[in-house]
């Protein structure tokens, strides 16, 4: 995201440009996509999409729950944090304080209950701000929770993506985090209740190659990057050139990888409607 400034440079009165500056600071950004200069206060209204070619922002994962949910939800495991299972050196320790004080979240992922047009359901979304929405044992455990709640309960569940993979930090113990989510969402599938997988930009790695995938419906935002190796080690090791488009939503829908792919206004109205098919 490209912040927008107005320069004035040579002030007259004294005042330093940095302080002129500050006023305008952050009121309007350039579009990633169509280059336009948006005003912030106009992308807020619109669900951060580009008012002129509707590209849609990456948002975070509070803003994500507030959009689904009908008013307030209750969470769960909020302070549940990685205890750095390998041991590393400081620097894992430091990154998680780091991303804990950017996101005030304790790892990358929020688990939630609620409303969804009056239905109960339980809703989780990760955080890409949170050392690129990692995978590891937290966000594992936290996602299988859910799951085992939306069982005892029988209420359908909602994960939004938005992930790099596996953390490499925890190294086999984030791959473990892959068998241990689908399996459990396979006991959910065994009880009949559904599970909507939301997969948004980016979605990739341990992520897409476990329960991303494994919705009864996997959809996905326009223009999403999604995919399990980055593209260029994927030209490298075929030899060949990728087509374009490759990776996003809708080239992913075009090869069947995707049951649909829906606007973020759209997104909540979508969700009910299929909720409404499987359940009642
Ligand atoms: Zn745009």
């Known amino acids: 995201m490209a912040w927008f400034a107005r320069e004035k440079p040579g002030m007259e009165d004294g005042t330093p440009d940095a302080e002129k500056r500050i006023r305008t600071e952050g009121l309007w950004l350039k579009c990633e996509s169509c280059g336009q200069i948006i005003w912030k206060k106009a992308l807020d209204e619109n669900l951060q999409c580009c008012p002129?070619?509707?590209f849609h922002f990456r948002i975070d994962a509070r803003a994500r729950l507030g959009m689904l949910f009908d008013a307030g939800y209750e969470e769960f495991d909020a302070g549940m944090t990685s205890c750095d299972p390998l041991?590393?050196?400081d620097a894992y320790r430091d990154?998680?304080?780091i991303a804990r004080e950017a996101t005030h979240l304790s790892d990358a992922l929020l688990s939630a209950s609620g409303a969804l047009d009056g239905r109960p359901v339980h809703i989780c979304a990760m955080e890409w701000k949170f050392m690129g929405g990692s995978m590891g044992?937290?966000?594992g455990e936290k996602l299988t929770r859910a799951v085992e709640r939306a069982i005892e309960t029988r209420a359908p569940l909602v994960i939004v993506s938005a992930s790099g993979g596996a953390r490499m930090q925890e190294g086999t113990i984030s791959l473990m985090q892959l068998a241990k989510i689908s399996a459990a969402l396979m006991r959910l599938d065994e009880t009949r209740v559904p599970y909507i997988s939301v997969l948004t930009d980016p979605t990739s790695g341990g992520v897409t190659a476990s329960f991303a995938m494994l919705g009864d419906?996997?959809?996905a935002e326009p223009g999403a990057l999604i995919g399990f190796a980055g593209p260029r080690v994927i030209e490298?090791?075929?030899r060949q050139k990728l087509p374009e488009g490759?990776?996003?939503?809708?080239f992913l829908l075009e090869h069947g990888f995707l049951d649909a792919v829906v606007k973020r206004s759209e997104m909540k109205a979508y969700i009910s409607r299929t909720l409404r098919f499987f359940c009642d």
């Open 95 to 97: 990154k998680l304080a």
């Open 246 to 250: 490759f990776q996003r939503s809708e």
């Open 137 to 139: 044992a937290v966000v």
């Open 87 to 89: 041991r590393l050196d």
């Open 217 to 219: 419906l996997n959809i």
């Open 52 to 54: 002129k070619c509707e």
């Open 236 to 238: 490298q090791t075929i």
